[in-house]
């Protein structure tokens, strides 16, 4: 199993920037792919960036040259750098792994392990 703990989320203004991390514990020699999904009330659960252990990296449309995905494949820590924050990033964010494949998915069924998420809100 691989348990995955988000953090680092609050509130903060339009504008503004929040910093998450995800870090991985148990079997996270093999982990080959992680990405950030979040979740918005009422929505349904949307890729956000992702990134494989060779650290190719994909973004969502309305989040590319806002967001940066990064790992530590050391510390089994994948961050999630978000600036320039709009109200409409205020959702629940998830971190996801998988191992099944080096590239980066951008499904829910691409991952098999997921963490409880942590709460972004953005203020106007």
């Known amino acids: 199993q691989v348990h995955l703990v988000e953090s680092g989320g609050g509130l903060v203004q339009a504008g503004g920037s929040l910093r998450l991390s995800c870090a991985a514990s148990g079997r996270t020699e093999s982990n080959r792919r992680m990405s950030w999904f979040r979740q918005a009330p009422g929505k349904e659960r949307e890729f956000v960036a992702g990134i494989s252990r060779s650290l190719s990296t994909a973004y969502a449309d309305s989040v590319k040259g806002r967001f940066t995905i990064s790992r530590d494949n050391v510390r089994n820590t994948v961050y999630l750098q978000m600036n320039w924050l709009k109200p409409e990033d205020t959702a629940v964010y998830y971190c996801?792994?998988?191992?099944?494949?080096?590239?980066?998915?951008?499904?829910?069924?691409?991952?098999?392990?997921w963490g409880q998420g942590t709460q972004v809100t953005v203020s106007s």
């Open positions: 996801a792994a998988d191992q099944r494949a080096d590239r980066v998915g951008v499904t829910l069924r691409d991952y098999d392990y």
